[in-house]
């Protein structure tokens, strides 16, 4: 069976590349982009073919929603950095992939998936996840933008043609599929190794779960703070035990998850995990020797989630995570009309990473910062949702707690 699975995957690899290529180039302008956008879409395609009835749709879907933003290879050893001085260069491309660029994301794609792939309207309205009506309004508004410099465009054959002439000639025959198949197979192994260590957490938070409902050798007041405090009396167990911290944690985290869920996904439809990571921008262990310090978990989507959602309360500046190192973009001073005072990243939109910083007495420092992994749906939120949520006095530390003024 797995050599069958193989086959049948390397035929589509073989049909599809060609197409899969030349519409993430239109989309990106950029072939380096490229390439790595349909090596990712492959790899995920690997995993997901036996339930997939049309390929070319499923995978035009996948590029579509890949190439909206930078990728990360998950099988390269370490991120990319880039250092720019001035605007980002931009290379050199036909006049149409220059104007493709200049148009809304949406109205790129109906242009180059009709005019190109040459889907129907229907199919492209799947793609995108939006009606017919929506896909034929952006296809009027592009081709009228387009047309404004070349007349000669209105003509769908011409179009056509001048999208075709523009993909690169190493784009357009297939390629040896034993690379996509290796990272379709690598990213498979992966993600049995994920769903295990996920069973393992709910096994886990269930029998922590189970403990937090055991009562204590000590009444414990039924209205316990939402925040770890260092009173052994209000908690139930001493905080320099290691045990007793993981279930403080466990207690702050539940609850500052359901604080950002309530502006980030009110309808509760999204986020359905939340944890952290074994290293200091989560869990400082000078926070409990009351030298100050953060802590801070993630949320995301266990099943097909592309957003994964950082929350970092930190007891000053010095221990917050600096605004722009997680999503290596510059970070902006703005103050609103109410007076408040926030550092945000240059983006404003759900589709790239974005960042906000509040310290509301000076001191305290929240730090929101939701990121696309594009490994499948996008939540959609926006710097406006971000500024909201740091806002909430739930995110505070108590008066009260581990460390001291």
Known sequence: MPAIRDQEYAAVVDRERPL????????????????????????????????????????????????RGPVQLPWEPRKRFELIDGPPHLPVTEPIVADLRMLPYDQRVVVILEGYAGLPTVQVAEVLGRSVDDVLLLARRARVALAAEHPERTSDETLAQELEDAIPYVMRE?????????????????RWIQRGLAAVVVVVLTVVAIGLLVPAHRPVPQAAPSLPTSTPSR??????????????????????????????????????????????RYDMPSFWTGQGGALAFEMFRLDKGATEVYVQVATGRKFAV????????????????????????????????????????????????????????????????????????????????????
């Open 20 to 67: 899969l290529e030349a519409t993430a180039y239109l989309l990106t302008g950029d072939q380096v982009q490229a390439e790595q956008v349909v090596q990712l879409v492959f790899a995920e395609l690997y995993w997901r073919l036996p339930r997939v009835q049309h390929p070319q749709v499923e995978a035009l879907r996948t590029v579509v929603q890949t190439a």
């Open 322 to 405: 600096r605004c722009g190192a997680t999503t290596h973009q510059k970070c902006l001073s703005f103050q609103s009309m109410a007076g408040n005072s926030y550092l945000l990243t240059d983006s404003t939109v759900a589709v790239g990473d974005i960042e906000v910083q509040y310290s509301p007495n000076g001191d305290e420092v929240i730090t929101v910062i939701a990121r696309n992994t594009q490994r499948g749906q996008i939540l959609e939120v926006g710097t406006g949702d971000l500024i909201k949520l740091v806002q909430d006095e739930r995110l505070r530390l108590p008066k009260r707690c581990c460390y001291r003024r």
């Open 174 to 190: 297939s390629h040896d599929g034993a690379d996509d198949l290796a990272h379709g197979r690598w990213l498979s192994r992966r």
């Open 235 to 280: 908690q139930g167990c001493d905080p320099s035990s290691a045990t007793c911290r993981a279930l403080i944690l466990f207690k702050w985290r539940s609850k500052m998850a359901e604080v950002t869920s309530s502006y980030l996904d009110p309808s509760g439809k999204y986020f359905s995990g939340f944890g952290y990571h074994y290293d200091s």
